[in-house]
């Protein structure tokens, strides 16, 4: 396969990325993450960005889906990537499960994603910006810090979902982000496992059922649930994999 703009490295722009992997090389991902968390923004044509744009618009389940302005692929800190891959690998060798692709959104306060705005700002409010510095970890934090059971509906947990229009739904602009005809979605790279399901809520969950790595709410009849949600609780269960900007 010869490079062309659809298959080039983000990282250098010099060599095809390797089809297994975001990258062409263990040296370009090595230099990826030495100046991680960073926004690459992914061409219209490059291969990365069609597999983000059908899989948004396969799983949104309203009317019409927002036209997507931009996607970023967002490079991680080799300590992010290492702790990922192992709980990975781990959860794999015990249920045979790979990682999946869910959505996510996080409030945000800045300008992040829209044109000449790629730098993750400081704000104390910006939950988007410290998501994706953390890898999630401060939206588990933030989840476990919260007093009494609102927002709470399977505990305290990082919670996803299969549907981008569900996703879309918690892309909320505050603060200086007030305003803005863009907002903010998250594809994550995630590992359930094998997901405990259940039809009711439980806001006392600190953890999945003993056997089980993450907690589906299911729909159906009797469901408490009217859309799918997948919730973790282990902090290297989840990265954000891609931002998708979206024209409110």
């Known amino acids: 396969m010869s490079i062309t703009p659809n298959n080039i490295c983000l990282q250098c722009k010099k060599r095809k990325k390797r089809v297994e992997y975001q990258f062409c090389s263990p040296q370009c991902t090595k230099d990826a993450a030495a100046r991680a968390p960073k926004l690459l923004k992914i061409p219209e044509t490059h291969v990365m960005y069609k597999n983000v744009y059908e899989t948004f618009c396969s799983k949104w389940t309203e009317n019409v889906p927002p036209t997507i302005s931009s996607i970023y692929l967002i490079t991680w800190s080799a300590n992010l990537r ?14 045979g499960k790979k990682e999946c692709k869910r959505f996510r959104s996080e409030k945000r306060a800045c300008n992040l994603g829209e044109p000449g705005s790629l730098a993750l700002c ?45 996703a879309y739904q918690y892309a909320v602009n505050i603060g200086s982000a007030n305003g803005s005809n863009m907002k903010a979605v998250l594809s994550t790279r995630i590992v359930l496992g094998d997901p405990f399901q259940t039809k009711h809520e439980d806001p006392s969950l600190y953890e999945p059922p003993s056997g089980y790595q993450s907690v589906k709410g299911v729909t159906g ?8 949600e997948d919730v973790v609780y282990h902090e290297d269960a989840i990265r954000p994999a891609y931002l998708i900007m979206l024209k409110d």
């Open 82 to 95: 290492s702790s990922f891959d192992g709980y990975r690998d781990m959860v794999q060798s015990r249920t």
């Open 221 to 228: 009849k009797n469901s408490e649930f009217l859309d799918q």
């Open 122 to 166: 400081q704000r104390p409010d910006c939950h988007l910006c410290k998501a994706i510095r953390t890898g999630f970890q401060s939206s588990l934090q933030y989840k476990r810090s919260i007093r009494g059971p609102d927002g709470l509906r399977l505990g305290r947990g990082i919670y996803t979902t299969p549907s981008s229009s569900k």
